[in-house]
């Protein structure tokens, strides 16, 4: 049973950037007093009759060329008939088997990574479970909020072409980079906005596994212990002579385990018939061409530009390009720089501004910093003005007042002196107060030389410049 093979896809809900709602003029936002933006038609009336939000169909299909998928000239909705108390019409309008997108793909690592589908539905409304741990089973009772319910969702479906927790999670973040890209979800995973259902089987080669749904996972994290978590229980069970049987699962995340919900429904389950208040979606081929046009440089692309253009490493590239507003800030930045090459230029934002925001909670688009002062700082640096440990200083005073760098130097004094003149006074005085310890670099053994630096840095208050003191130690104590 060691010849055991993992087969992997998902299924990615993400929440549309629109004004309101799919099929009616609510508005769509993110919590709110519960109840306040529902209607007779997001609540499913008798009566009620859907209008389509031709911005999330926009939306839809920018997301299906991006992905490379075929934009079908004619595609319907269906009803999707299931009982679910956060559901009101007690059916979910969604697309079946005539889905706006078909096909496309997502190269991850060197594996391309098929898109059976891109499908336009309505999210749901929200339950509240209380008491009992927050989880139906166990509660006292339950509240309803179809705030959410109507609001746009794509559906994006992956071929069943991942062999590892690993390989999801790198699909998943592409994916999000991409949809981040397009500006079309806020992709807010902490407030739902992009989820994941991952269906997972395990089998000898050549067979076919019992599939296993494990549901709404809101995190990359989450996606990938829940997959590495049923990657392993699955081999154990066939290991030991058992079965797996299909179903659906629920990820504990606070425990770190998958617990069954119910046995997987089949699609004839849903009873699907054609949506009769809705008539067929064929986008027109100008329409088709201006969404094309508004499709900006993607991630893969842009990371390849970096590279080329930039000489970064894949990983650096790949860090800036994981985040547009990241991604941009860094170009802005280069262009501003005038001493500092790229490469600096991405270690300065990739580790010490990053770093020092994550300290913070901030992100890059709510920092003080702007590109042009960060640049004008990595120039400082690059030219000698100040230190690399003088300029992570600057950096910090940057990040809390949002002041540019020249004038920070200027207010701490924190100029770096070069001038061997003024240095070597200096180094003089160290070496006659450590005669000892000069005396031993002299004949032959240069381990205390970095002390000697560091007493020189200290005497000047770190201003002195590294580079000039070295220099300048080595040639004092030559034979």
């Not at 999707?80 to 108390?85: A, E, L």
């Not at 339950?127 to 746009?152: Q, W």
């Not at 500006?183 to 050549?206: K, L, Q, W, Y």
């Amino acid at each position: 049973m060691n010849e055991l093979l993992t087969t992997i896809g998902l299924e990615i809900h993400v929440e549309l950037a629109t004004r309101t709602k799919m099929f009616c003029g609510c508005p769509v936002a993110f919590g709110g007093d519960p109840n306040t933006r529902v209607c007779h038609v997001c609540l499913g009336h008798p009566g009620a009759l859907p209008v389509p939000n031709g911005q999330a169909v926009a939306n839809a299909a920018k997301i299906g060329m991006a992905l490379g998928s075929s934009i079908a000239r004619h595609s319907i909705f269906h009803r999707k008939n299931y009982f679910y108390p956060d559901m009101p019409k007690n059916y979910q309008i969604s697309q079946y088997d005539i889905p706006l997108c078909l096909g496309g793909s997502i190269d991850v690592g060197g594996a391309r990574i098929g898109i059976t589908r891109v499908h336009l539905e309505e999210d749901t409304g929200k339950s509240l479970h209380v008491g009992g741990g927050g989880r139906i089973h166990g509660a006292d009772h339950s509240l309803e909020d179809f705030n959410r319910a109507g609001t746009p969702l794509v559906e994006i479906v992956s071929e069943p072409d991942m062999t590892s927790a690993d390989q999801a999670r790198a699909f998943a973040t592409e994916l999000r980079a991409i949809i981040e890209c397009l500006d079309v979800s806020d992709i807010r995973m902490e407030e739902g906005s992009m989820r994941f259902d991952a269906n997972i089987s395990v089998a000898p080669p050549g067979e076919r596994g019992a599939k296993v749904e494990v549901k709404n996972l809101n995190s990359l994290r989450s996606l990938h212990r829940a997959l590495a978590y049923e990657e392993v229980r699955q081999r154990e069970v066939l290991s030991a002579g058992g079965t797996i049987d299909q179903s659906t699962r629920h990820w504990d995340e606070r425990v770190g385990v998958t617990r069954p919900l119910r046995t997987k429904e089949h699609a004839f389950d849903y009873r699907y018939f054609p949506e009769p208040d809705l008539v067929a979606i064929e986008p027109g081929e100008q329409w088709l061409a201006d969404i094309e046009g508004q499709i900006p440089e993607l991630p893969a692309a842009r990371r390849s530009r970096f590279v080329a253009d930039y000489g970064l490493p894949e990983y650096d590239a790949g860090v800036l390009v994981g985040s547009r507003p990241l991604a941009g800030f860094f170009e802005e930045a280069v262009r501003a720089a005038s001493a500092a090459e790229a490469k600096t230029v991405a270690n300065w934002l990739a580790n010490d501004l990053l770093g020092r925001l994550a300290e913070r909670s901030e992100g890059i688009e709510q920092t003080a910093v702007t590109p042009v002062h960060l640049a004008a700082l990595v120039d400082l640096v690059a030219a000698g003005t100040i230190s690399g440990a003088q300029g992570k200083e600057v950096l910090s005073a940057m990040v809390a007042t949002g002041a540019d760098p020249a004038t920070i130097v200027e207010e701490k004094g924190l100029r770096q002196v070069s001038g061997r003149d003024e240095l070597a006074a200096v180094v003089t005085q160290v070496l006659e107060a450590n005669a000892e310890v000069a005396g031993r670099v002299r004949t032959g053994d240069h381990k205390p030389l970095g002390f000697l630096v560091g007493q020189v840095m200290k005497v000047t208050k770190g201003q002195a410049n590294p580079s000039v003191v070295q220099a300048l130690l080595r040639e004092m104590l030559s034979p």
